[in-house]
């Protein structure tokens, strides 16, 4: 089975909903069959990619929160955070454009490094004081080499603003087709999907039904095929 | 959308399928959104490592062909195969056990280059004078380089029974639930199947019967979800 995660480095409920989808995992009879893609989703798109600012900042401005209002949503993210065992830095983040970091989990997901790098991105944004945003791209490099990504080849994908942008484009346009507005979103085998950061029990739920319920394949055209099989290979009289 | 083919690099069919495959791909009009992965199926998995005949010998001993069919066999795959622009040698190749190659073909999927590693295993076995199963660990580690892998990494992959054998036996195990009894086997977004080689049209039909007729995906749990979007990150009261 393959699990899609729609999700953003910036978006604090995809680091507390990754933690409730993992402890669905582990505890899943079939988590070794199970394949977790993530795939991108901006929240702040139109923002340059110079033009960080305090967390708290932005959301009193975009979003027209209160201060305390503002704090207050931190705070609450940091007691769900928590309870999952996750550290979270209730203040003092900051907030920017995340292209490049998407970038970079399409090149990672070559390297089969995607769900280590997206971690410590999340890590050094919630939990850490290591800004992915204000210290430009050798922090970057810097994470992704913890990642187990090469240096240079990471500095290469985040000069050429080109690389891996079609990636991240279609991960958006698809997750607009699958009627994603938000994220995290969780996709099941294409079947099944869970939006938000559900409590394990719900991703435990969309993991059995998944699994369960899959219909056999239609197959798309039935006659003699050109195959091998156990008994050898067949060029069957059409 | 994503396309699992299922085959095995001692099976002729699923060279020339593949390359019937990749026409209708290149034309397809989503095919920049078309993942492909490939999964491990073993013709002949009771066979030991060390257990090589040449092509000819085994289809009669095995298969209970007389030699003249068995060459008529290889003629005609020789046939099939150019007219998709593939060299074939129609004698003097050889078969054996194809298990490592597998657990190489998903240890070169966790680099990314698993298409790379397939097509030219391929190559060396159906249209080159290089053995796969002849010439040793050396001939898959020089094969690996080609497709861009690192010799000493293989080379530990290759040394160690045990690493990438559970992906290879799951791979083999999804096959049968899926009802593959032999190979090339095309499965897209596990919805429709295509079994053989088949014509490119039957591919180009699959393409697009799996793009058009996605279902909308059902929601597990439809309540108030903590996610964020482009209004900010909501906490619903639940």
Redesign the interface.
């Known amino acids: 089975m ?1 699990v899609e995660i729609w999700s ?1 480095i ?5 680091y ?2 990754k933690a409730r989808f993992e402890k669905a995992l582990e505890a899943f009879a079939h988590r ?2 199970v394949e977790v893609v993530h795939r991108s989703f901006e ?1 702040d798109p139109g923002r340059a990619k110079g033009d960080i600012q305090p967390v708290i900042t932005m ?1 009193t401005r ?2 027209g ?1 209160s201060e305390a209002q503002a704090r207050a ?1 931190e705070e ?2 940091g007691v ?1 955070a928590a309870a999952e065992g996750l550290a979270y830095r209730t203040s003092g983040r900051d907030h920017g454009n995340t292209f490049d970091m998407h970038r970079l989990l399409h090149f990672a ?4 490094r995607q769900d280590e790098l997206i971690q410590i991105l999340y890590r050094a944004n919630f939990a850490e004081e290591r800004s992915v945003f204000s210290e430009g791209d050798e922090r970057l490099v810097e994470l992704a080499v913890e990642a187990g990504l090469d240096a240079d080849a990471t500095r290469k994908v985040l000069a050429d603003p080109a690389a891996y942008a ?1 990636e991240v484009r ?1 991960d958006e ?2 997750a607009a087709e ?2 994603a ?5 969780f ?1 099941f ?10 409590p394990a029990e ?1 991703f435990t ?2 993991l059995t ?1 998944a699994w369960g319920e ?9 006659g ?12 069957p009289q059409h």
Do not use: H, I
């Not at 997901?109 to 089969?112: D, I, N, P, T, Y």
């Not at 507005?181 to 979103?185: D, L, N």
């Not at 085998?189 to 559900?198: E, F, I, L, N």
């Open positions: 393959r953003d910036a978006c604090p409920w995809c507390v909903g070794d069959e929240l959301l975009k979003y929160m949503g609450n993210l769900q997901k070559e390297q089969g079609d279609a346009r698809e699958l009627g507005g938000g994220v995290p979103f996709v085998d294409r079947t099944y999907g869970v939006s938000g950061a559900q719900v739920q969309a039904q899959r219909p056999p394949l239609q197959l798309v055209e039935d003699g095929a050109e195959a091998c099989g156990p008994d050898g290979c067949a060029v």
